[in-house]
C-alpha cells in the first residue's frame, strides 16, 4: 500500500479584503481603490505594479498599516489588524512590518548605523535600549556588511550615493527581523545598474530566508523579477500573473 503523499497548501501571510480608500479634498470625495482584494502567501514575493495614481502605493500603506481602508479589512495571518488599537497597529508596524521607501527617509543628522538602529531604539525603552547597544551595534554592522556599506558607518546621508542611501534603508528595515518586507518603488530613484543590484538583494532575502515581500513599482521589468504580479489600473485589480 503507497503512502499518500502529503501536500503542503500555502499559508496565506497578509491579505487585503474588499478594501476601498477615498480620501477628501475639501467638499471633494476622490476615491482611490474600489474593492480590491489581495492575498500574499507566506515566503511570497509579490510585486504591485501600476502606472502613478493607480492606487499601489496606498495599498501598499494599507497593508503596512500606515493608513486604514474606508472600508474593508487588512488581515495578518488570518486575523484582522486595521481594526486594533492604535498602540497595538504601532507594535506591529514596529516588529512585524519592514518599509523601504523611494526616498529613503534616512534622518539626516544621524549616521548610517544610528539610521539603521532607529526601529529598535523605537522598539524599547532606553534603559533596555542600553543593555543591549552592543548586541544591537553588532548586528547592525553585520547587516550593513550584507548589503556593502560596512565602509560608511559614520557617514550621514547626505555623504551617500542614492544607491548606498537605499541599502542603508533596507539594512534599516531589516534590523528588527521583520515577517513582511513592504517595498515602496525602492529602485525608482536609481540607474538600471544599482537598481539590479537592490533587486537582487530583495531576491536573495526571498528565496534564501523565506521573507514574504510585498513591492510597488511603475516598471514592468521590475515587476517581473518577483514570483507574481499583481496589476492595478484605476484603483482595481486587472490581473494576476505568474513569474514566467
Not at 481594526?83 to 543628522?109: C, M, T, W
Not at 544607491?163 to 538600471?192: C, F, H, S, W
Not at 537592490?198 to 526571498?206: A, Q
Amino acid at each position: 500500500m503507497e503512502t499518500a503523499e502529503i501536500i503542503k497548501m500555502p499559508q496565506r501571510h497578509i491579505a487585503a479584503i474588499a478594501v476601498e480608500k477615498a480620501y477628501r479634498k475639501g467638499d471633494h470625495k476622490i476615491p482611490v481603490l474600489h474593492g480590491v482584494n489581495i492575498d500574499v502567501n507566506r515566503g511570497e514575493f509579490v510585486s504591485i505594479v501600476g502606472q502613478s495614481g493607480s492606487g499601489k502605493s496606498t495599498l501598499l500603506h494599507l497593508l503596512g498599516l500606515l493608513d486604514a481602508p474606508s472600508v474593508g479589512e487588512i488581515h495578518l495571518d488570518s486575523q484582522r489588524i486595521d481594526d486594533l488599537s492604535a498602540k497595538s497597529r504601532d507594535e506591529l508596524r514596529n516588529r512585524v512590518f519592514g518599509f523601504i521607501f523611494q526616498f529613503y527617509h534616512l534622518l539626516p543628522e544621524l549616521s548610517v548605523i544610528e539610521n539603521v538602529l532607529s526601529p529598535l531604539m523605537i522598539r524599547h525603552s532606553l534603559l533596555g535600549y542600553l543593555r543591549r547597544k552592543k548586541q544591537f551595534q553588532n548586528e547592525a554592522r553585520e547587516l550593513l556588511d550584507r548589503v556593502g556599506l560596512s565602509h560608511r558607518l559614520t557617514h550621514r546621508p547626505s555623504e551617500l550615493s542614492g544607491g548606498e542611501m537605499q541599502r542603508a534603508a533596507i539594512a534599516r528595515a531589516l534590523i528588527g527581523k521583520p515577517e513582511v518586507l513592504l517595498a515602496d518603488e525602492p529602485t525608482g530613484n536609481l540607474d538600471a545598474t544599482t537598481g539590479g543590484e537592490i533587486m537582487d538583494l530583495l531576491r536573495k532575502l526571498n528565496e534564501e530566508e523565506g521573507l514574504t515581500i510585498v513591492m510597488v513599482t511603475h516598471d514592468n521589468v521590475i515587476a517581473e523579477q518577483a514570483g507574481r504580479t499583481v496589476r492595478l489600473r484605476e484603483g482595481r485589480l486587472e490581473k494576476l500573473a505568474e513569474a514566467a
